[in-house]
Nanobody, 122 residues
C-alpha cells in the first residue's frame, strides 16, 4: 500500500488546516488508518486513528476536541481536520495504515507515508 499525505502548511495559532492522505496499491477498506506526528527535536507520537470500516475513532489527549479524523472508503482517502491549532502542534505529520486488528490498540502501524509539514506560528 502507498500513502501520500498532503495539506500541510504554515498557519497562525488558532487557525485550521485539513490534511489528506491518498491511498493506492491495496484495498483501502481493509486498513485501519491513522496519523502520527514528529515535532522538531522530539520522538514521533500518535495523533489519531480510525478503524477500517469507521466510524470508531481514537485520539491523543493533546488533540482531543480539536482534531477530527475521518475517511472516505469510496475515494480511498483519509483526512485530519485540525482546528484551534497551537504552536505545539508544529510537526511533520505522517499518514499510516495497517490491516492488523491490533494496530490501533498497540498504536503500531507498518505502512507509512512520506509526511507533510505543519507549522503553527504564535
Amino acid at each position: 500500500v502507498q500513502l501520500q499525505a498532503s495539506g500541510g502548511g504554515l498557519v497562525q495559532a488558532g487557525g485550521s488546516l485539513r490534511l489528506s492522505c491518498s491511498v493506492s496499491g491495496s484495498t483501502f477498506s481493509n486498513y485501519h488508518m491513522g496519523w502520527f506526528r514528529r515535532p522538531p527535536g522530539k520522538e514521533r507520537e500518535f495523533v489519531a486513528a480510525i478503524i477500517s470500516s469507521g466510524p470508531n475513532t481514537y485520539y491523543a489527549d493533546s488533540v482531543k476536541g480539536r482534531f477530527t479524523i475521518s475517511r472516505d472508503n469510496a475515494k480511498k482517502e483519509l483526512y485530519l481536520q485540525m482546528n484551534s491549532l497551537k504552536p505545539e502542534d508544529t510537526a511533520v505529520y505522517y499518514c499510516v495504515a495497517d490491516p492488523k486488528p491490533s494496530a490501533i490498540g498497540r498504536r503500531r502501524f507498518d505502512n507509512w507515508g512520506q509526511g507533510t509539514q505543519v507549522t503553527v506560528s504564535s
